[in-house]
């Protein structure tokens, strides 16, 4: 029986859906203005896991995340959103901006085989949705409009702090908490925002012309496609708050009902003992990674960590996860030579379900893929038993099938790197002719590097020149 530790409650509990066997799961999904780091990769790859482990259950998950193009202000940088600022950096459109860096998230995600959302919803699509909310919460008294701005009163929200143990007589500004003379509250938070002339991204209201707050998205689209109350909302302990207890004030004044019943935190990826992340200049992208390392050996090192626990990034923590999956994959593999293995699923005998039941034992308990990954090793000291005596066709189809279901159904991880092999030669074929386009840009011989850029665009790959240097993507 599956057991969740519930942020809300602060304990594991037994994971019983608002309407079973149908769940309905959200997940704070990236701001898009520029490439996801290792931190986005432990996100996004424990709920993914969640996910399969759900739907191996038997439940019937809807999955929502968002895409924050707009939005997300930085608080120490005059409030300018994220989108915005990028794109003045770049000298391009939000739109640009937020698009470029959605395409790369999800190049990203699809090569750590994170599967997809069921719905993918940006939030600039829901600015109609959002403004409604904003009226609701207004004429239930629940928020005020003070010179174009829209503010939540907290304190008029009795149950404020719950999620974080916060309490509003202890709440001073801090650098998530905007300071403005026209609230009522340091605390309160903005659900509008008036926007100046220079602001690129602006909509019409009925307070005037600006933009939505960032907490208000996740409230609309989560509602929106799941409704009033959601089983799971995931994302990460530094969302704890505002983001998430902000999510609750509004949601819950304007419906009346609970918002959700369970809410997962993961935990950060560190690095010499400092949360990685953009603001701090510590991030490692994971482009960058996937040029160095295989992309099940980044999926293996998260997987090796329960996703409530602090992870310590290093080179020799990469190196030793790569060593852990390549033995693993190498006995999968060497499985696979031998059967058949296009066989239909069927029932294991009792020797091999022992493992499987171990396997869901583990998940079970708040989705332990740490302990989850010992019994794959255990079955990999077993095949390697059984690959070194005779082994009958019978054991071998089925432990292939315990490595599929657990393994790859569950933990996600694709031992089979033919596809991955072909696309590393393509990589290392592509960057070689870059470097051929770079001699000559040298050399200032612009018809040769145009013909590289107009060849390689015959072949569906795009190049884009920039200050640090030239980067390429598919079509």
């Known amino acids: 029986m599956l057991k969740i530790y519930n942020t809300l409650s602060r304990k594991k509990e037994t994971f019983k859906p608002i309407h079973p066997p149908f769940v309905g799961m959200y997940v704070c999904g990236p701001t898009v203005y520029d490439d996801p780091h290792l931190g986005h990769a432990k996100s996004y790859i424990s709920f993914d896991v969640v996910l399969r482990f759900l739907r191996a259950s038997g439940y019937k998950v809807r999955y929502v995340q968002n895409i924050t193009d707009v939005g997300h202000l930085l608080e120490d940088d005059g409030g300018e959103d994220r989108v915005q600022k990028r ?45 409604e909310l904003i009226k609701i919460l207004i004429e239930k008294g629940f928020a005020y409009e003070s010179d174009g701005n829209v503010y939540f009163e907290i304190s008029k929200f009795g149950d404020y702090g719950k999620l974080s143990g916060r309490k509003i007589e202890d709440m001073k500004e801090g650098t998530r908490v905007q300071a403005a003379e026209d609230k009522k509250h340091t605390a309160d938070f903005a659900l509008w925002k008036k926007a100046d002339e220079l602001h690129l991204m602006q909509w019409p209201s009925p ?46 004044a304007a419906t009346g009902h609970p918002f959700v019943k369970y809410w997962i935190h993961h935990n950060m990826v560190t690095i010499k003992d400092q949360k990685m992340s953009k603001s701090l200049g510590n991030s490692v992208t994971i482009h960058n990674l996937l040029e160095k390392y295989h992309p099940m050996t980044l999926r293996f090192f998260i997987l090796q960590s329960h996703y409530r626990s602090p992870q310590l990034f290093s080179e020799e923590a990469l190196e030793a996860a790569k060593k852990g999956f390549d033995k693993m994959a190498r006995t999968v593999r060497q499985i696979k030579t031998m059967i058949d293995a296009d066989e239909e699923e069927r029932q294991l005998p009792p020797k091999w379900e022992a493992y499987k039941k171990q396997f869901y034992d583990f998940m079970d308990d708040d989705f332990n893929t740490a302990g989850a990954i010992t019994v794959l090793f255990d079955l990999v000291k077993v095949s390697n038993e059984c690959l070194a005596s005779s082994p009958s066709e019978r054991d071998l189809k089925d432990l292939y099938l315990l490595f599929k279901w657990l393994g790859e ?67």
């Open 207 to 252: 307070w005037g012309s600006g933009y939505p707050g960032w907490h208000l998205e996740c409230s609309v689209m989560s509602m929106k496609y799941i409704g009033d109350s959601i089983d799971i909302h995931g994302g990460g302990i530094d969302n704890q708050f505002p983001h998430h207890e902000c999510e609750i004030a509004q949601s819950e």
């Open 87 to 131: 794109a003045r950096l770049e000298k391009l459109e939000p739109v640009e901006i937020a698009q470029k860096y959605e395409r790369h998230f999800f190049r990203d995600m699809d090569r750590l085989n994170v599967c997809r959302p069921d719905i993918s919803s940006r939030a600039t699509g829901h600015i109609t949705e959002m403004i």
């Open 409 to 475: 159904d569950i933990l996600g991880l694709v031992f089979d790197d033919a596809a991955d092999s072909r696309s590393s030669k393509e990589a290392d074929l592509v960057e070689y002719i870059l470097q051929l386009r770079r001699t000559f840009r040298e050399k200032k011989d612009w018809s040769a590097s145009d013909a590289i850029r107009d060849a390689l665009d015959q072949m569906d790959i795009v190049i884009e020149d920039g200050k640090d240097g030239t980067t390429w993507r598919k079509k």
